[in-house]
Structures are given as structure tokens and as C-alpha cells.
């Protein structure tokens, strides 16, 4: 829908309202957590700020200001998801912000301000995209695992500090086809490791959702960069051993005994 002038911006806006508190409305009482807004932030790690071209946002802006006043989208739909379901925990969600870097800080800022003027905002959510070099192609500056690991475990208790609910919602970790496989599976079984280990240790993570299960598509065709836990046959990888040893470990650490860990096996 077009957003060009007042009137079709009050248009859009009712047509928009309508649809998410339909939508919440409808599945009310039966969803734990919303994504209420997501990936409305510009993208790379390097860069802050709001993503302003689409007719939603345009719909919100205030007559004689910039842009950046589409933040009322915002305000107006998390306001209308905690109306239309109460008891849902309501996130905002982005990808390319685990670190810290320009756009995690310009989340953080947000969702402060956010808060501050009373709007349910519970938490917030980190996609966890990756790849077995960390995302260093997506230039976020670090240069060595252990950078990342640190500035990692450093933004999520930043953003814990405040107060809110973390959610790791779409976590893959992507191998390299070009290199030995092996090789790769190893490193994705360290990376996924070492993730779920900082995230499970975080006050504040309330869960991880992983993107996918195994590594091949409905048509049964191997997914070249094998992002999952399982292989495309359903048998697990050695990212899955990872991941349940990080959890074992997390869940020793909280119930203080080597006991846990046999209970669990």
C-alpha cells in the first residue's frame, strides 16, 4: 500500500493495526513469545540507525519530521500485541547485533528509550547467523575467536543489565564447502559449543531456537553448508555432542553437583 500522503498513510495504518491485533488476538493464550518487530535496523554491524523505506514505517512518521520519527511503528505494535495477548512476552528482534558493535548500541539505545516511555518491550532477541569464521566477512573487526567470545558474552550481559529477556531465535552455524569436511564439522561443533556455553550462562537467556534441524531440504537434496545440529540422514553431528555437553555443563553450574550431570545422562 502506498504511503505518499496523509490519507493513505492513515489507510495503511488501520490495515496494519488490524492485522496484528487480529493475528494476536487469534493465537492468544497459545503463543509464549512474540516477535513483535523485527530487522527494521540497517544491517551491517558497523552501522546504526533505521531502516526507513518501507510504506509501514513511512505510514508512522510525523508530519514536518524526518524519518527517524517511524519510530512510533514501534510504540504502536508492541502496544497493540500486549493488548491483544497479555500474557505473550513480547521481543524485538535483529540480526548481525551479538556483538558489540554500532548497531548493537543503537538497539540497546532503543529499546532504553522504548521502555522508558512504558512500552512492553520484554526483551530482546539475537538471530545468530554464523558461519565457521565468525562472520568476519561481514566486517564486525575482530579478529581472533577469542575477541569474538569476549564481545559476545560482553553484549549479552549488557543488554541483561537492563533488565531484559534474552532469546537466541534463529541460530545456524554454516560451513565452508570448499574445505575439508571434517575439518569444518569440527569447527562448527567448537563454535556452536562455545555459544551455547556463553548464552547458558547469562542471566537472562531464556532459550535458543535453532533455524533448522537437518542438513537437507524437504526435497531430501543435502544443503551444501550443512548449517544444522543433525546430518541429512537425522543422525547427530558433532555440533549436536557439543551442544549437549554445553548444556550439561550449564546445567551442573546451576544446580552446584556432578550429581546433575548423571541425572541428565
Not at 132 to 161: C, I, Q, V
Not at 197 to 223: H, N, Q, R
Request: glycine fraction near 8%; hydrophobic fraction near 35%; charged fraction near 25%.
Amino acid at each position: 500500500m502506498p504511503a505518499d500522503t496523509e490519507t493513505q498513510r492513515q489507510e495503511l495504518r488501520a490495515v496494519y493495526e488490524d492485522y496484528v491485533t487480529k493475528t494476536a488476538t487469534h493465537f492468544a493464550g497459545r503463543i509464549h513469545v512474540w516477535d513483535v518487530c523485527n530487522e527494521q535496523l540497517i544491517g551491517p554491524y558497523n552501522m546504526g540507525g533505521y531502516q526507513t523505506g518501507y510504506s509501514y514505517w513511512k505510514a508512522y512518521q510525523q508530519p514536518n519530521q524526518g524519518p527517524e520519527s517511524g519510530v512510533e511503528w514501534y510504540r504502536q505494535t508492541f502496544r497493540l500485541a500486549r493488548t491483544a495477548d497479555p500474557h505473550a512476552h513480547l521481543i524485538l528482534l535483529e540480526y548481525n547485533n551479538e556483538i558489540i558493535c554500532r548497531k548493537s548500541d543503537f538497539m540497546l539505545k532503543l529499546v532504553k528509550q522504548l521502555r522508558s516511555e512504558g512500552v512492553p518491550v520484554d526483551g530482546v532477541g539475537f538471530q545468530m547467523h554464523l558461519d565457521t569464521d565468525l562472520n568476519r566477512s561481514r566486517n564486525h573487526g575482530l579478529k581472533d575467536d577469542e575477541s569474538y567470545y569476549d564481545s559476545l558474552e560482553a553484549n549479552l550481559r549488557w543488554f541483561s543489565d537492563e533488565g531484559l529477556e534474552l532469546w537466541i531465535t534463529e541460530m545456524d552455524v554454516r560451513i565452508d564447502p570448499t574445505k575439508d569436511l571434517n575439518a569444518e564439522l569440527a569447527r562448527q561443533a567448537e563454535i556452536y559449543g562455545r555459544v551455547v556455553e556463553i548464552a547458558a550462562s547469562t542471566l537472562g537467556m531464556k532459550g535458543i531456537k535453532f533455524w533448522g534441524i537437518i542438513d537437507c531440504d524437504p526435497w531430501g537434496k543435502v544443503i551444501p553448508r550443512r548449517p544444522y545440529l543433525f546430518d541429512e540422514n537425522g543422525q547427530p553431528k558433532p555440533a549436536f555432542e557439543a551442544v549437549r555437553r554445553a548444556l550439561l555443563r550449564a546445567l551442573q553450574a546451576r544446580c552446584g553437583g556432578a550429581g546433575s550431570q548423571s541425572k541428565m545422562n
